[in-house]
């Protein structure tokens, strides 16, 4: 179990920074768009 919850934990670590990154990408895209 302990092994599961390490795994699980580093998962929800990792998600929110890949979801920041992903949204601020979309975003720097779409003003890079709106801009030409």
Do not use: H, W
């Not at 670590?13 to 890079?32: L, Q």
């Amino acid at each position: 179990m302990n092994q599961t919850q390490g795994r699980l934990g580093e998962e929800f670590d990792v998600s929110p920074v890949f979801t920041r990154k992903y949204i601020v990408g979309m975003r720097f895209a779409y003003e890079n768009k709106a801009k030409m």
